[in-house]
Structures are given as C-alpha cells and as structure tokens.
C-alpha cells in the first residue's frame, strides 16, 4: 500500500508560468516531507524540504505547503524556467526513527517555451 | 558530479551470473543505503548502514547481498537474480541515518537489465 502518491504522472506547464505539484500521504505519524529532483541518467537531487511544524518553506522560486489536516503538500515553482524539467519525487519520514524516507512514484514536468 | 559515484553505468547480466555494484563517497556521510527504482513504482528502500553496520533490510531477497567495508564504500553484490530484478539501482549516502537536514545525496545510479 503506498503511503505517498503522487496522482500525477505527468505535468506540462508554460515557461514563466507557476508550477505546482501535487502530493498525498496516508500516514499520519510523517512528519518530515522532501522533494527531490531528478533528470534523466542522473540521481534525485534533494530540492527542498519541510517539517510538520511549518506550513510553508521558500527557498528562492519553489515553495512547499503543507497542509497536515489534509495529508498533503505541494510544490509551487514561480516562474517556471526550461530547466526546471525533470522527475519531481515527493518523500516523507518520521523523525526519531532510523532514516527510512517514503517515495511517491514521482511526477514528469515539462516546461515549454 | 554529486559526490556519490556508482559503477558500473550501465550491466546486463545472465541469470546465472554473479556480478557487484560499486558506490564511493568522500563526502564524510556515515549512513548510505541502497534502492531499486523500477518502471512506475516509488523508489524502494532495500538496504541501509549506519557507521558500516546494517540497521535495514528491507525485506530483500538473499539474491542482493550488500557489503559495506567502510563509511566510503558500499557494494551490491548480485546472483540468480531474475528478469523483474531489471531496475535502477540508486546508492545514496547522508550525514547520518536522518535525512531531515541536509537530504540524501543520491548516485547516478546502475541501469541493471538481467537477461
């Protein structure tokens, strides 16, 4: 059963545009959310993260939201940029536990010109 | 080049082959862990060391059988595997086992196709 699901497989945006992703989770003890990007022939490089405590993080153009009573977060990029294109992987942990992060199945963003 | 290099690229291997996956870190990272990503499916989590003692086994089949010598090195080492064993494998390593800080930093990773 998956935990993280990220219903979106794919998401095609036009440049300068606002990205957003979607993420959901089911277990309600994560208190630590990521996400990683990942390009192709490349490893997920870690992008941004946020803790239970907090309902948003900036960090220059993505911001991630979280809205715990929903069991979701999201991912917003303004403006969207050609190389923002990539696999974007939602992950979430539970702190004081040997690090086990929890992967969603990713979503494919396409930036147009 | 992210700090975490994994050898080979790319392998095909035979069913009955015995082959190992390599991955190095000079990052000073006490923790590095192995997961597979297959066609559709969340990255999957199969082996963890903390200080080159394994504290996870995902639930792995004895046909992975992992090797961690020190903090830098950890290996894959692989037989009899199967065609659904087909996959990316992902080396990763952090600072210690907590990723909530600094995050993993992943590898390259090793498109493994078992013929």
């Known amino acids: 059963d998956q935990q993280v699901k990220q219903n979106s497989p794919s998401l095609s945006v036009q440049e300068g545009r606002i990205s957003i992703l979607n993420c959901d989770y089911t277990?309600?003890?994560?208190?630590?959310f990521l996400w990683y990007k990942k390009y192709p022939a490349e490893g997920p490089t870690f992008l941004i993260s946020?803790?239970?405590?907090?309902d948003k993080n900036e960090d220059g153009r993505f911001t991630v939201f979280l809205n715990k009573s929903a069991k979701h977060l999201s991912l917003h990029i303004v403006p969207s940029q050609p190389g923002d294109s990539a696999v974007y992987f939602c992950a979430a942990e539970i702190t004081g536990t040997a690090s086990k992060l929890t992967f969603g199945t990713g979503t494919r963003l396409q930036v147009t010109l | 080049e992210t700090g975490v290099t994994q050898t080979p690229r790319h392998l095909v291997m035979g069913m009955t082959n015995k082959k190992s996956l390599k991955c190095e870190q000079h990052l000073g990272h006490n923790a590095m862990y192995w997961y597979k990503q297959s066609a559709k499916k969340p990255l999957e989590l199969m082996f963890v060391y903390n200080f080159k003692e394994q504290t996870e086994n995902n639930s792995v089949p004895s046909r992975f059988s992992p090797e961690c010598p020190n903090s830098s090195h950890l290996f894959l080492h692989l037989h009899t595997l199967q065609p659904e064993d087909s996959a990316l494998y992902l080396c990763?390593?952090?600072?210690?086992?907590?990723?909530?800080?600094?995050?993993?930093?992943f590898g390259s990773g090793t498109r493994l196709t078992v013929v």
């Open positions: 277990n309600s003890m994560f208190d630590y």
């Open positions: 990763a390593s952090s600072q210690d086992d907590s990723s909530r800080y600094y995050g993993y930093t």
């Open positions: 946020i803790s239970s405590i907090k």
